[in-house]
């Protein structure tokens, strides 16, 4: 059973970055008629914001894309930076939305941001607990898969708080490329929100991923029944 689990999280996994990455290449060789890069647009969109304390920094990996609150920089891609692509202004945008959030104090960011310790370590429970309880024996298989239950629903609650930021800040972002004209036509604008749309998808496969061990987990403790 543990290994259907396992097959059925992997495919899901694997199938909503298989989405992501042929939305982005295909998107990725759309040119916007606009014609900016996307560090052009995510400069535009933080002045305009009245954000001014934000630097926005090129790396090289590909879909890495991200916004670093602490360190208040936005994070692009070379692709993305250079790139005038829509799916290039698309993830730009979407980057903005973050920085957004920051400033406005969005709530559920603030609750990722503050949850990032505890889902770290939870995480790395989940790792090595079972290989240090099947071969040290040190722990009861009640208390294993209690704790394994309670790492994993903090996963789970992580990833449900990501769903509304991510998804917020994608909705910001086509709100905002067609007000200040960086996307001009329905064409660009469906473009665009394919690309945003499917990079969400990824989320929701890591959220359904997390639910599914947290529920293996914690039915056997409901139950009363032992499972190894």
Known sequence: MILLLFLLTLAIALLAQWHVKRMYHRYSLVPAAAGH?????????LRAAGIDDVSIQEHEELLGDHYDPLRKR?????????????????????????AIQHKIAYAPLHWRMAAVGVTNFASQIVLWLPLLG??????STYTGVLIM????????????VTLPVEFDASRRAKLVLGQMGFVQSPAEREGVSRVLTAAGWTYV????????????????????????
């Open 149 to 160: 239950a309670l790492a994993w629903g903090v996963i789970m609650a992580f990833n449900l």
């Open 205 to 228: 496969a890591a959220f359904i991923t997390s639910l599914i061990y947290f529920l293996w987990h914690l039915l056997p403790l409901l139950t009363g029944r032992d499972r190894d």
């Open 37 to 45: 890069t996307g560090a052009e647009v995510a400069r535009e969109l």
């Open 74 to 98: 936005l994070v692009l891609s070379s692709a993305n930076y250079h790139g005038t692509s829509l799916a290039a202004i698309g993830v730009a945008a979407h980057e903005c939305g973050h």
């Open 134 to 139: 099947m071969f040290t024996g040190y722990l």
